[in-house]
């Protein structure tokens, strides 16, 4: 039997509340030719027992436990280094995927094979109806004088395998490593937006994003931005890096505003230790500028594909016909 189209990466570490209501809605969906890969990082608790009642049911489900706990993003590294389809689409253990979520995301990348990755969050994308394919510049363009793209979490992505591991993988710097992926990523590579709404976020108390210490690992973040927009890497013009300095220097002001109204003065110094200096402080302290259509390329003359869904016996089959 051949490889599947997608293998589904779920990471998982003490997820029992959360990750059967997860792993279902992946066996769920409407596009079949996926395998489900279920990463556990040593749980403590009842997650990996749940998982591997799914592996005994459904062929496509297979379960691997770490030896030990590789953090939130060594795990996903894991889990990409063990996926065997030539497509990686991360789904939390903790989410909801909806019926549609592959069947929309594989036909469009599999239309867009330039495309590195793709990203999909709970709203949609300004500037035109999905899928629209980004160049690096673009990408730039729309994160830093326009509407923002870098705020996907990983399980708003899927990707090419092989670009994936090209591009190193995920670099653990805690809750903001997804971003400073994209800022490294989107660089480089040609990104796919796709349609919003294909999963459901959950937010709770014991996910990373709510733990100690998250806002600093935040705010440190300038000094990453900061120094990608001066590399030589950085895909806008020198009028665009100026501009782009300039709207994230206002929304360090805002944060920064935000933090003394509300008493985190440990937290303000942190983000003002971390960049810029007092002379980009002075060139750049002006009002920001944005366009929400910025980084909008081009419509796209490909004819897409759709997918036509027909049910056959108790199962249903889905095929990607081209227009």
Aim: glycine letters at 8%; aromatic letters at 10%; a neutral charge.
């Amino acid at each position: 039997m051949g490889a599947p189209v997608v293998s589904v990466l779920v990471t998982s570490y003490n997820r029992e509340r959360y990750v059967g209501a997860s792993i279902e809605s992946v066996l769920a969906q409407t596009f079949g030719d996926f395998e489900l890969l279920v990463t556990d990082n040593c749980s403590t608790d009842g997650t990996l027992e749940i998982a591997r009642g799914y592996e005994r049911i459904d062929r496509r489900v297979r379960v691997v436990v770490n030896e030990r706990n590789l953090g939130q993003f060594g795990n996903r590294n894991r889990a990409a280094e063990l996926a065997q389809a030539p497509l990686i689409k991360y789904h939390d253990s903790d989410d909801l995927m909806y019926s549609h979520c592959l069947a929309v995301m594989v036909p469009a990348m599999q239309a867009f094979p330039e495309a590195a990755f793709g990203l999909s969050t709970g709203r949609d994308w300004f500037g035109g109806p999905c899928p629209m394919l980004m160049t690096p510049r673009h990408s730039f363009q729309r994160e830093f004088l326009g509407a923002g793209m870098f705020n996907p979490g990983p399980g708003g992505a899927i990707f090419r395998a092989d670009a994936f591991k090209a591009l190193g993988g995920w670099i653990d710097r805690g809750a903001p490593s997804d971003y400073l992926f994209w800022l490294r990523a989107c660089a480089r590579e040609r990104v796919l937006l796709l349609p919003a709404d294909l999963f459901w976020y959950r937010v709770h108390l014991e996910q990373e994003y709510q733990s100690a210490g998250v806002e600093r690992q935040y705010a440190e973040t300038i000094r990453d931005t900061w120094a990608a927009l001066a590399g030589d890497a950085c895909p806008l013009e020198p009028a665009e890096r100026d501009r782009a300095r300039t709207n994230l220097l206002a929304k360090q002001i805002r944060m920064l505003s935000r933090d003394v109204r509300h008493g985190k003065f440990a937290l303000a110094a942190a983000r003002l230790a971390a960049g810029p200096s007092l002379l980009e402080w002075v060139r750049y302290a002006r009002p920001p500028r944005r366009a929400a259509d910025a980084g909008t390329p081009p419509a796209d003359p490909r004819p897409q594909p759709f997918t036509l869904r027909r049910r056959e016996s108790d199962r249903v089959v889905t095929e990607t016909v081209e227009r």
